[in-house]
C-alpha cells in the first residue's frame, strides 16, 4: 500500500518568514494530493490540493508543488502569520481507490510573532 | 446543512468495554471514512465505505467493526476497548468519484 513520510515534524518560523513541508510518497499510482491544516482541537479542513497532471498550484499565500519522477510534494507558506499556527498533514491517494487518504504524519508549524 | 456530526465528542471506556461511535452527514456524500489520529502518526485509515451496503477495511480494522445500512450514517463500532484504541476518531465523507474529504469535528475516547 501507500506510504507518505512528512518532513519535518516541528518547524518555528519568525512572522512574515516563509515555511516549507515536504512529503514523500511510494506509490506511484497515486494522482491526488491534498493538504490539510489542523487547529488545536479542531477538525482537520483542506486547505490545497493538487493532481497529478499539474505540477504546482497556488492560492493566495499557499502553494503547493509536485514531482512525480521523485515522488515528492511540498508545501509553501509565504509571508507567515500566526494564525497560520496549526499542525498541516500531507496525504496521498490513488482515484482508483475512492477517499482512501494515506496521510503523513504532521508538522507542527508555530509561527512566532 | 451539518456537514459531518459526530457523537459523543468524549468518551471514557473501560477495558473489555463495548461502545459504537456515531457518524451522520447530510451532503448527500456516497464515501465515508473512519480515521484514528494518534500524536506524530498523522490519520490512519479504519475501514471506508463508498456507498449504502458496501464497506471495506483500510489501514487498521482490528478491533472495530462498521457498517453502512444508509447513506446518511456510518457507525463505527468498538467491540472490546483495549487502551491501545486511545485515540481521536474522525469520520469524513466525499462525494462520489471526489477526493475532498469532509471531517467530523471528532471523538476523543480514552480507554482505562
Known amino acids: 500500500g501507500e506510504n507518505v513520510e512528512q518532513h519535518p515534524s516541528t518547524l518555528s518560523v519568525q512572522e512574515g518568514d516563509s515555511a516549507v513541508i515536504k512529503c514523500t510518497y511510494s506509490?506511484?499510482?497515486?494522482?491526488?494530493f491534498p493538504w490539510y491544516k489542523q487547529e488545536l482541537g479542531k477538525r482537520p479542513q483542506l486547505i490545497i490540493d493538487?493532481?497529478?497532471?499539474?505540477g504546482e498550484k497556488k492560492d493566495q499565500r499557499i502553494a503547493v508543488t509536485l514531482n512525480k519522477t521523485a515522488k515528492h510534494f511540498s508545501l509553501h507558506i509565504t509571508e507567515t502569520q500566526p494564525e497560520d499556527s496549526a499542525v498541516y498533514f500531507c496525504?496521498?491517494?490513488?482515484?482508483?481507490?475512492?477517499?482512501?487518504?494515506?496521510f503523513g504524519g504532521g508538522t507542527r508549524v508555530l509561527v512566532k510573532p | 446543512n451539518a456537514g459531518v456530526t459526530q457523537t459523543p465528542k468524549f468518551q471514557v471506556l473501560k477495558t473489555g468495554q463495548s461502545m459504537t461511535l456515531q457518524c451522520a452527514q447530510d451532503?448527500?456524500?456516497?464515501?465515508m471514512s473512519w480515521y484514528r489520529q494518534d500524536p506524530g502518526m498523522g490519520l490512519r485509515l479504519i475501514h471506508y465505505?463508498?456507498?449504502?451496503?458496501?464497506?471495506d477495511q483500510g489501514e487498521v480494522p482490528n478491533g472495530y467493526n462498521v457498517s453502512r445500512s444508509t447513506t446518511e450514517d456510518f457507525p463505527l463500532r468498538l467491540l472490546s476497548a483495549a487502551p491501545s484504541q486511545t485515540s481521536v476518531y474522525f469520520c469524513?465523507?466525499?462525494?462520489?468519484?471526489?477526493?475532498?474529504?469532509?471531517f467530523g469535528q471528532g471523538t476523543r475516547l480514552t480507554v482505562v
Open positions: 506509490d506511484s499510482a497515486s494522482n491526488y
Open positions: 451532503m448527500n456524500h456516497e464515501y
Open positions: 493538487i493532481r497529478s497532471n499539474v
Open positions: 465505505s463508498v456507498g449504502a451496503g458496501i464497506t
Open positions: 496525504a496521498a491517494t490513488p482515484k482508483a481507490a475512492g477517499n482512501k487518504l494515506t
Open positions: 469524513a465523507s466525499s462525494y462520489s468519484g471526489g477526493l475532498v474529504a469532509f
